[in-house]
């Protein structure tokens, strides 16, 4: 979809131990790979391949330039803030990005689903209905691909 290639910069947001990371760098030999997690655990247990890869780091403050980062990808990890603070992450995460982003939230389409993501759900802050992330998304500016994670 990004048409990814070696040289290119990616980045994930809440990389935990770098398993994603890790499958990028090996389909894409050459492409640089970086992940930042807010879990000091999560880093200092990261696969001996990531280790020199990944690093501690808030998401609403991305210590990346401008335009850095050819892709960046988010697997439920923005919806982990309360509202102002996801808008703060987007807003990041569409500054770092010169050719593409992808986030994926905690949503629900119905009542129904939202019964299941309240009784599942373990960290989210944030949880709303598709069309309110959307709005999210737009007062964000952000422009990315985004996709829902519903239990």
Known sequence: HFSLKPEDLILAVGCATGFM????????PGLEVKGIDVSGYAIENAL???????SVGDARALP?????????????TIHNFNREDC???????????????????DAYRT?????????????????LHVDEW???FSEAGYSGDYYWFMP
Do not use: Y
């Open 87 to 105: 808008i703060i992450a987007l807003k990041e995460i569409e500054r770092v990005s010169r050719r593409g982003a992808f986030v994926t939230v």
């Open 48 to 54: 001996d391949s990531m280790t020199p890869h990944v």
């Open 21 to 28: 990371l890790h499958d990028f760098h090996e389909l894409i």
């Open 64 to 76: 990346f330039p401008d335009d850095s980062v050819d892709v960046t990808i988010s697997i439920t």
């Open 111 to 127: 009542e129904e689903e939202r019964t299941a993501m309240d009784a599942w759900n373990l960290t989210a802050l944030t949880v």
């Open 134 to 136: 959307k709005e999210l």
